[in-house]
């Protein structure tokens, strides 16, 4: 009886993760393509042009305004000194991430 309790809780949570990156994903077309509620921003991972310190050529979560099938990153926004560190740190990651993925890292040539 455990094992079989164990697969459903695990089968549930693997679904549950499935149903949640398919919420999101309707969710970030329908503010692309229909544009978001006016004075209102979501979060989108765009290409960074450099926004919030953010290093430019990494895909990267923003602040932005959607209409008409376009976007617009939110620009000034006041960011504390902890979610500064936050963004960094997720920033490094990626950074590091893409480096490993095109064969880059440890090359100093």
């Not at 693997?14 to 969710?27: E, F, G, L, R, T």
């Not at 979560?61 to 979610?83: M, Y």
């Amino acid at each position: 009886l455990g094992d079989v309790y164990k697969r459903q809780v695990l089968t549930h949570r693997k679904i549950s993760s499935v149903m949640s990156a398919a919420q999101a994903i309707k969710d970030h077309i329908k503010n692309w393509l229909h544009g978001t509620p006016e004075h209102e921003f979501v979060s989108m991972g765009v290409y960074s042009e450099g926004w919030y310190s953010v290093p430019k050529d990494i895909f990267f979560s923003f602040p932005v305004k959607c209409r008409n099938g376009t976007f617009e990153v939110v620009t000034g926004l006041k960011i504390d000194e902890f979610s500064e560190s936050k963004i960094r740190n997720t920033a490094d990651e990626l950074i590091a991430e893409k480096e490993e993925a095109l064969g880059l890292e440890g090359n100093n040539e």
